[in-house]
């Protein structure tokens, strides 16, 4: 059976960096699920139309290219923002939910990582993995991917934005961010990008 690797968590638990080292070592292709609903919202952006407006983010998310996630952009920190806005709406996640499940039928297997990968995504996941970490530690980890890339944010901003996004992607009706039954939580917080993924590889071969 091909292999699939689903990983939820909040915003920089280190989810996304385990993700693609996992990839890597099992040979798999990945996908940050995260850049889809970012790509929805600046589509929106770059159209000059509303983040509330529905319709259109329900379009866009139909219209949506996968094969273009590439610009730079989309990690920017007002676009985690704006991602988390569109991604509450109900037609926005089911524009993108084919997508990403042909993504993950493919017969190599694959890694996704998000939000809701293991509870609607890939219900069927051999492997799930739930990655937290303290908001206080995500905290830093942002400010310092931000600072590497020149943008410049306060740690208190950065740490409300976490916690404003962590609330919104928890209580939202549509596939709220929440840990699924059958995956393993893995705590972050004290470990660094290598052990997390130790512990990560580990979990993966006692499971499948
Ligand atoms: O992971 P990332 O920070 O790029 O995600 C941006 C936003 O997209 C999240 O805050 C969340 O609201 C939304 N998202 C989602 N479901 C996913 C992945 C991301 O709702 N599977």
Redesign the pocket.
Known sequence: MPLVIAI?GP??SG??TLAKRLADHYGLPHL???????AVALALLDAGLSLDDREAAARAAEALDPEKLDDPRLRERAM?EA??RV??VPEV?AGLLLWQRRFAADPQGAVL?????GTV?CPEAEVKLFITASSEERARRRHRELAGRGETASFAAILADIEA?DA??AGRAA?P?RMAGDAVRLDTTELDADAAFDEARGIVERTR
């Not at 940050?32 to 970012?38: H, K, M, S």
């Open positions: 939820d915003a920089a989810k996304g940050d699920t995260g850049l889809l609903y970012r985690g991602a988390s991604s509450a996640r990582d998000g939000r809701d990968i995504v996004r919104r992607d596939a961010l």
